[in-house]
């Protein structure tokens, strides 16, 4: 063998070598800077990670402090929170108003007399604070024991699933109810998203968990509707209609395309909701199966309105289907 060529191949070996070497201290060095962070006393239960930039005034903010919401009855509310959900009743200064704080454990909450802020809508879509149990079984019974109308939500879980099969399965599970005066309480295994949202498990990736539809197709959507919001301008309805003469029409619907229309239906006020397959059929043909171009004339179609499908819910189990509904939007 050639010596240069031997020195060149022992150089190029060394320098792969200490690469490898300077990679794996510097990995090495960042899970355990990562580890030291987290297991910090003041830390541990922040999702903070230094090694991801926070902008604005992310060198300045921790944590939330606390939740307020106006209750009709202080009395009331505070019965419901303490003697139900087990809250626990903490000081609260004099100020100008009645209400009562309470700790959920990490955070406070605090109640204000005044108008209460319900949704004005009876699905599971809303506002609402969360409350994380790894007893989830176990509280449900003791809430129906309590004679707390609880409803289970189909709308990011297995419940479908979870119902039908092993229940050991560990998947997530969502009850929602409410308090005296509607605002919305969560109960959930909520660790479970947490864990993935962090990267500390994957498990959901193996589960059909989004608005029914798999994790890789939801995103896929997501995606796509960015990438047309960035790409494809607002045309005058004139503009518009020019282009669709210059465009011409379909012979075929482009099938892949249409399915992926259709999976967007299940999306809580998706454009897609509350178009038929022939409205969608044939808003395709007429744009030769141009995307953008498709939803551009289900939009116009739909003008102001805002159609909204609620998902699923398990109540009494019972399987109930909300009723759709129509609100114009004041943003356009």
Known sequence: MNWDLLQINIISSLFGFIIGVISFLFINGWRQRQEKYFNTENNKQLHWNPLVERRG???????????????????????FYVDILGLQQIRRPTFDRHGAWLTMGNIELHL??????????????????????????????????????????????????????????????????????GYYLELCNCDVLTEFSFNRNSFIDNIDYHEGIHNDTVFDIVQAASHWKAKVRKYSIEEFDEILNKTPRANHIDQEKFDNLIKRRSIYGDIIQGFTDQDIKEALLQTNNIIPLTIQILEQKRGKDQYFQPPSFIENSQLIEPQPFVIQSKWF
């Open 57 to 79: 005034l992310g060198d300045l903010l921790m944590k939330v402090n606390h939740i307020a919401i106006t209750v009709s009855d202080v009395g009331k509310s505070l019965s």
């Open 112 to 181: 204000i007399k005044g108008i209460p802020a319900i949704p004005p809508v009876d699905n599971l879509q809303v506002a609402h604070i969360a409350l994380e149990t790894p007893h989830i079984d176990r509280v449900v019974d003791k809430l129906r024991e309590l004679n707390i109308d609880i409803r289970q939500s189909l709308s990011v879980t297995n419940a479908h699933q979870w119902i039908s099969r092993n229940k050991s399965q560990k998947l997530i599970i969502q009850y929602f109810f409410n308090d005296p005066d």
